[in-house]
């Protein structure tokens, strides 16, 4: 029984042994690998094999032990391709060494480069003839060893191509069309003394080649695919020891990744050297390449003014009429190229006669070909002296010109946007008549529309609109924007001489409006210093009490045609501009060190009011929406802790510094000097500013504001506060309805805001409750309100709003006044305005009676007509969802009277 265990376990130790030695588990019992002329496999394992201890890490193919070791010796060309291939391991992992089997250093470690699978394999170049390189081999993550094919060749040196210097380029026929012959870079080497050619990766590998400027001083170089699916081409001017960079590209070409040059304007006869290369040089090889003279389509007829092509003014919508153009072939025109934007150098003409309404609608329709991000403008004059008619340089396709002169001809330059050459964009040109909306009565200063100066809240606000409106007289350069559309309205400076400036509820085809104030007697007005305003709401300081001022309203764009509508608020500033609330450094809140805190917010209704307006500096962030706190310093050292930076919008959290602040005569800041830290983290987080220096019984302010503007809120530990702003009214209305009066109000920002008690009164004096609303508490977004008031009565009726804080304190609104009628016939509302899809209209008759309802554009084509009968109070809902944007009139009609007001559709 002792003989067969013996004899079995002399088995199992033979065959296992057996396969340990076909190779090394160590270094330095690596077996050689013979180093041949191309790849030839022979076959090992890894089977039972251990991780190597004190070789460094082959960093790379998850190595985590089970490695097997082999040698090579390098041969004479100093190259050498080790390679493996599957066997039971079908994702392997190699390293090779240099050095000494007891101290080795990592060459190159490789995952998945062979052709085999996911097997590695390493090509080294440049190495010492004659030295031992020592080869790791392992299976990826150690959880599937076993066998394993590996080879070491000399790989066969690649010639250098001949073409590899811009000296010895090979020069390329320029033919009518494009006719590909390959061509490769393996073997090409970087080119010396050439400037880079700055695109496509460029690292080397690069091949030359010339090619001679045709008649027509064009030429195009073409690539397409090969070996090379992605590459780069360079074009010079100049001899080939001094070459100068004319064009680089990367991926122009239409094949792939590979580039074109199309080159304009070159020198007939002239030689230019054309660089090649792969993007990276990392996938060198064959490539095809082309160089032709492109065929340049013939200037259109219309290319300049005296060529421009009529087109039809259509009478009715629809462009029945249209006129076809192309820049194919384009050049640029004479006139002046600096009036509008893009680039003219292929513009083309067209002519029409203004209309007897002098309004047309100019549409470039149909738009194809190479781009179609094209541009437009109205020229007036003979040709060739002609200038920009008004602001109607338009990039949208579409705009509406008006104030022509019937009878007049005008003209139409059309061009691509882009500056690039070449363009072979086709579009129709497509010219409307239209009816231009009546100018409003305050289209100049002199029938500027008054405005009421409210005390506080905007009880009292204007409507306004630009539609139909032009430009006036006075400076169109003072402000930004483009005064085409201004309209006027005026208001006398209060005692303070400070006034608020809010435009609101912006509708209509565009939001984004701009405003000024100017002075003097109209028309010979000047501009208010520093009342130029993009923002929809300002404050303007330093008026003179009881001065009459001017404001002007105009949309920013200067495409014509604009149907905006607005309301105007003024309210009354203080002397040192702005509200009485802790918005501003004149009116802070006041802070009283002891046990407790206090909350506030950076919510928007805080707006910026920098140190650097009161000559502090440079604070260390950007100021948008801060807010003021006055304390007075009972030690040298003053510590603020902010225990609590909650619910921001942005995450960014709030910032904050101590300044001692200089005021005038009547308590405006004129100087701020800092005395603490600065804090700025960043983001929501707690942290704490500490005033140093102070003196004691002195009056210092801790300013607070939302980093990059964010909206949060904080609360400061072992202070309290009196006179943080609660909340923003941004208006108070009310409308008499059908059978009761609708009271409404709009808050901007709630903060701490318990409730409003609503408070009604028949003479101006005695109030009584009439309603409770509940506040939303804590809130920067805007919040409307609204409370009917069921028992009404003809004649005037007086409301008020008491906002109730949830500390108990009470702020009183302006009050206002509804002056209400017995009920009249006709047509009483509409609403919404401006409407998507359904518009309703209100209208009333005490008995049956008939109403015709139109519809009207503002090319005079009615686009709707129904005739109704009207018993009591009615509600008509009409659908509009298939009208065009725009501005339309709505008209009703009952027996021989007839009421019209203006509609938007958005």
Same mark, same amino acid.
């Given at each position: 029984?002792?003989?067969?265990?013996?004899?079995?376990?002399?088995?199992?130790?033979?065959?296992?042994?057996?396969?340990?030695?076909?190779?090394? !588990?160590?270094?330095?019992?690596?077996?050689?690998?013979?180093?041949?002329?191309?790849?030839?496999?022979?076959?090992?394992?890894?089977?039972?094999?251990?991780?190597?201890?004190?070789?460094?890490?082959?960093?790379?193919?998850?190595?985590?032990?089970? @490695?097997?070791?082999? &040698?090579?010796?390098?041969?004479?060309?100093?190259?050498?391709?080790?390679?493996?291939?599957?066997?039971?391991?079908?994702?392997?992992?190699?390293?090779?060494?240099?050095?000494?089997?007891?101290?080795?250093?990592?060459?190159?470690?490789?995952?998945? @480069?062979?052709?085999?699978?996911?097997?590695?394999?390493?090509?080294?170049?440049?190495?010492?003839?004659?030295?031992?390189?020592?080869?790791?081999?392992?299976?990826?993550?150690?959880?599937?060893?076993?066998?394993?094919?590996?080879?070491?060749?000399?790989?066969?040196?690649?010639?250098?191509?001949?073409?590899?210097?811009?000296?010895?380029?090979?020069?390329?026929?320029?033919?009518?069309?494009?006719?590909?012959?390959?061509?490769?870079?393996?073997?090409?080497?970087?080119?010396?003394?050439?400037?880079?050619?700055?695109?496509?990766?460029?690292?080397?590998?690069?091949?030359?080649?010339?090619?001679?400027?045709?008649?027509?001083?064009?030429?195009?170089?073409?690539?397409?695919?090969?070996?090379?699916? @992605?590459?780069?081409?360079?074009?010079?001017?100049?001899?080939?020891?001094?070459?100068?960079?004319?064009?680089? !590209?990367?991926?122009?070409?239409?094949?792939?990744?590979?580039?074109?040059?199309?080159?304009?304007?070159?020198?007939?006869?002239?030689?230019?050297?054309?660089?090649?290369?792969?993007?990276?040089?990392?996938?060198?090889?064959?490539?095809?390449?082309?160089?032709?003279?492109?065929?340049?389509?013939?200037?259109?007829?219309?290319? @300049?003014?005296?060529?421009?092509?009529?087109?039809?003014?259509?009478? &009715?919508?629809?462009?029945?009429?249209?006129?076809?153009?192309?820049?194919?072939?384009?050049?640029?025109?004479?006139?002046?190229? =600096?009036?509008?934007?893009?680039?003219?150098?292929?513009?083309?003409?067209?002519?029409?006669?203004?209309?007897?309404?002098?309004?047309?609608?100019?549409?470039?329709?149909?738009?194809?070909?190479?781009?179609?991000?094209?541009?437009? *403008?109205?020229?007036?004059?003979?040709?060739?002296?002609?200038?920009?008619?008004?602001? &109607?340089?338009?990039?949208?396709?579409?705009?509406?010109?008006?104030?022509?002169?019937?009878?007049?001809?005008?003209?139409?330059?059309?061009?691509?946007? =882009?500056?690039?050459?070449?363009?072979?964009?086709?579009?129709?040109?497509?010219?409307?008549?239209?009816?231009?909306?009546?100018?409003? *009565?305050?289209?100049?200063?002199?029938?500027?529309?008054?405005?009421?100066?409210?005390?506080?809240?905007?009880?009292?606000?204007?409507?306004?609109?630009?539609?139909?409106?032009?430009?006036?007289?006075?400076?169109?350069?003072?402000?930004?924007?483009?005064?085409?559309?201004?309209?006027?309205?005026?208001?006398?400076?209060?005692?303070?001489?400070?006034?608020?400036?809010?435009?609101?509820?912006?509708?209509?085809?565009?939001?984004?409006?701009?405003?000024?104030?100017?002075?003097?007697?109209?028309?010979?007005?000047?501009?208010?210093?520093?009342?130029?305003?993009?923002?929809?709401?300002?404050?303007?300081?330093?008026?003179?009490?009881?001065?009459?001022?001017?404001?002007?309203?105009?949309?920013?764009?200067?495409?014509?045609?604009?149907?905006?509508?607005?309301?105007?608020?003024?309210?009354?500033?203080?002397?040192?501009?702005?509200?009485?609330?802790?918005?501003?450094?004149?009116?802070?809140?006041?802070?009283?060190?002891?046990?407790?805190?206090?909350?506030?917010?950076?919510?928007?209704?805080?707006?910026?009011?920098?140190?650097?307006?009161?000559?502090?500096?440079?604070?260390?962030?950007?100021? #948008?929406?801060?807010?003021?706190?006055?304390?007075?310093?009972?030690?040298?050292?003053?510590?603020?802790?902010?225990?609590?930076?909650?619910?921001?919008?942005?995450?960014?959290?709030?910032?904050?510094?101590?300044?001692?602040?200089?005021? !005038?005569?009547?308590?405006?800041?004129?100087?701020?000097?800092?005395?603490?830290?600065?804090?700025?983290?960043?983001?929501?987080?707690?942290?704490?500013?500490?005033?140093?220096?102070?003196?004691?019984?002195?009056?210092?302010?801790?300013?607070?504001?939302?980093?990059?503007?964010?909206?949060? #809120?904080?609360?400061?530990?072992?202070?309290?506060?009196?006179?943080?702003?609660?909340?923003?009214?941004?208006?108070?209305?009310?409308?008499?309805?059908?059978?009761?009066?609708?009271?409404?109000?709009?808050?901007?920002?709630?903060?701490?805001?318990?409730?409003?008690?609503?408070?009604?009164?028949?003479?101006?004096?005695?109030?009584?409750?009439?309603?409770?609303?509940?506040?939303?508490?804590?809130?920067?977004?805007?919040?409307?309100?609204?409370?009917?008031?069921?028992?009404?009565?003809?004649?005037?009726?007086?409301?008020?709003?008491?906002?109730?804080?949830?500390?108990?304190?009470?702020?009183?609104? !302006?009050?206002?006044?509804?002056?209400?009628?017995?009920?009249? #016939?006709?047509?009483?509302?509409?609403?919404?305005?401006?409407?998507?899809?359904?518009?309703?209209?209100?209208?009333?008759?005490? *008995?049956?009676?008939?109403?015709?309802?139109?519809?009207?554009?503002?090319?005079?084509?009615?686009?709707?007509? #129904?005739?109704?009968?009207?018993?009591?109070?009615?509600?008509?809902?009409?659908?509009?969802?298939?009208?065009?944007?725009?501005?339309?009139?709505?008209?009703?009609?009952?027996?021989?009277?007839?009421?019209?007001?203006?509609?938007?559709?958005?």
């Amino acid at each position: 029984m002792k003989n067969y265990k013996l004899a079995l376990t002399m088995l199992v130790t033979s065959f296992l042994g057996g396969l340990s030695l076909a190779q090394s !588990d160590d270094p330095c019992g690596a077996p050689a690998l013979t180093v041949g002329a191309s790849c030839s496999y022979a076959t090992y394992t890894n089977a039972t094999a251990t991780a190597s201890a004190g070789v460094p890490a082959p960093g790379c193919a998850s190595y985590s032990g089970g @490695d097997v070791w082999f &040698t090579i010796t390098v041969p004479a060309s100093g190259d050498v391709t080790v390679d493996l291939s599957q066997g039971v391991i079908t994702d392997g992992g190699m390293a090779i060494y240099s050095g000494t089997c007891g101290s080795l250093s990592l060459v190159e470690c490789d995952d998945d @480069d062979s052709p085999n699978g996911l097997m590695p394999m390493i090509a080294l170049t440049g190495q010492t003839p004659g030295a031992t390189l020592w080869v790791r081999v392992w299976e990826y993550g150690n959880n599937n060893n076993g066998t394993f094919d590996i080879c070491a060749y000399e790989p066969t040196p690649v010639g250098t191509p001949a073409n590899d210097d811009p000296c010895a380029a090979t020069a390329l026929t320029v033919g009518a069309s494009c006719s590909f012959a390959t061509y490769t870079n393996a073997g090409a080497t970087a080119s010396a003394g050439v400037p880079a050619p700055g695109c496509a990766s460029y690292s080397g590998g690069d091949v030359w080649f010339t090619v001679t400027v045709p008649a027509s001083g064009d030429v195009t170089v073409d690539l397409n695919t090969g070996v090379i699916t @992605d590459g780069g081409m360079a074009i010079y001017s100049g001899s080939c020891a001094s070459l100068t960079l004319i064009e680089c !590209d990367d991926d122009d070409s239409p094949n792939g990744l590979m580039p074109m040059i199309a080159l304009t304007g070159q020198t007939p006869g002239a030689t230019l050297w054309v660089r090649v290369w792969e993007y990276g040089n990392n996938n060198n090889g064959t490539f095809d390449i082309c160089a032709f003279e492109p065929v340049v389509a013939p200037p259109p007829a219309n290319d @300049d003014c005296s060529g421009a092509y009529p087109v039809t003014v259509n009478t &009715t919508a629809g462009c029945a009429s249209v006129t076809a153009g192309t820049v194919d072939g384009a050049t640029a025109s004479s006139q002046n190229t =600096t009036s509008c934007g893009g680039t003219e150098d292929d513009d083309v003409w067209f002519s029409f006669v203004a209309p007897a309404t002098g309004a047309v609608d100019i549409d470039l329709l149909n738009i194809a070909g190479s781009t179609t991000d094209m541009f437009h *403008s109205v020229w007036e004059g003979t040709c060739p002296t002609l200038t920009l008619f008004g602001a &109607t340089c338009s990039d949208p396709n579409s705009q509406q010109v008006n104030g022509l002169t019937p009878g007049v001809t005008y003209f139409v330059r059309v061009y691509t946007w =882009t500056a690039t050459t070449g363009q072979t964009s086709t579009f129709d040109v497509c010219i409307t008549e239209y009816t231009p909306p009546p100018a409003p *009565s305050n289209d100049d200063c002199v029938g500027a529309l008054p405005l009421t100066v409210n005390t506080s809240t905007c009880t009292s606000t204007t409507a306004g609109t630009v539609s139909g409106a032009t430009a006036s007289t006075q400076d169109p350069t003072a402000c930004g924007g483009t005064e085409n559309d201004d309209v006027w309205f005026s208001f006398v400076a209060p005692a303070t001489g400070s006034v608020n400036v809010s435009l609101l509820n912006i509708a209509g085809s565009t939001t984004d409006m701009y405003h000024s104030v100017w002075e003097g007697t109209c028309p010979s007005l000047t501009l208010v210093a520093g009342s130029c305003s993009d923002p929809n709401s300002q404050s303007v300081t330093g008026l003179t009490p009881g001065n009459t001022y001017y404001l002007r309203v105009n949309t920013w764009s200067s495409t014509s045609g604009a149907t905006s509508t607005f309301d105007v608020c003024l309210t009354e500033g203080t002397v040192c501009g702005g509200a009485n609330n802790n918005d501003y450094c004149q009116a802070p809140a006041i802070l009283t060190q002891g046990p407790g805190s206090w909350t506030s917010s950076t919510y928007n209704y805080y707006t910026a009011d920098p140190p650097s307006n009161y000559g502090a500096g440079t604070f260390c962030g950007s100021v #948008e929406n801060n807010s003021w706190y006055q304390f007075t310093a009972l030690s040298t050292t003053e510590t603020f802790d902010f225990t609590s930076v909650t619910n921001c919008v942005s995450n960014s959290g709030i910032q904050a510094e101590v300044y001692e602040a200089t005021t !005038d005569v009547n308590g405006c800041c004129t100087s701020l000097t800092s005395v603490s830290n600065c804090w700025n983290p960043a983001t929501a987080t707690t942290g704490t500013v500490t005033a140093t220096g102070l003196t004691i019984g002195n009056t210092y302010v801790l300013m607070v504001d939302g980093w990059g503007g964010d909206n949060c #809120e904080f609360t400061v530990s072992n202070w309290t506060a009196t006179g943080i702003l609660p909340v923003e009214l941004v208006h108070f209305n009310a409308i008499a309805s059908t059978h009761h009066n609708i009271i409404s109000w709009q808050t901007e920002t709630e903060y701490n805001n318990d409730y409003f008690r609503v408070m009604r009164s028949y003479d101006g004096e005695n109030f009584e409750e009439i309603a409770i609303v509940n506040g939303k508490g804590n809130s920067s977004i805007a919040t409307n309100y609204q409370f009917n008031d069921m028992d009404v009565r003809n004649g005037d009726t007086y409301y008020q709003l008491e906002q109730v804080d949830v500390d108990g304190t009470t702020t009183v609104s !302006d009050m206002i006044s509804l002056n209400r009628k017995p009920m009249r #016939e006709g047509f009483l509302n509409m609403y919404p305005n401006p409407a998507k899809s359904t518009v309703t209209l209100e209208l009333y008759n005490e *008995s049956f009676a008939d109403a015709t309802i139109e519809i009207v554009s503002m090319s005079g084509q009615m686009v709707y007509n #129904e005739v109704i009968t009207i018993n009591g109070l009615i509600k008509k809902n009409i659908n509009i969802a298939n009208l065009s944007k725009g501005v339309y009139n709505v008209v009703v009609r009952q027996a021989n009277e007839f009421e019209m007001t203006r509609l938007i559709v958005e």
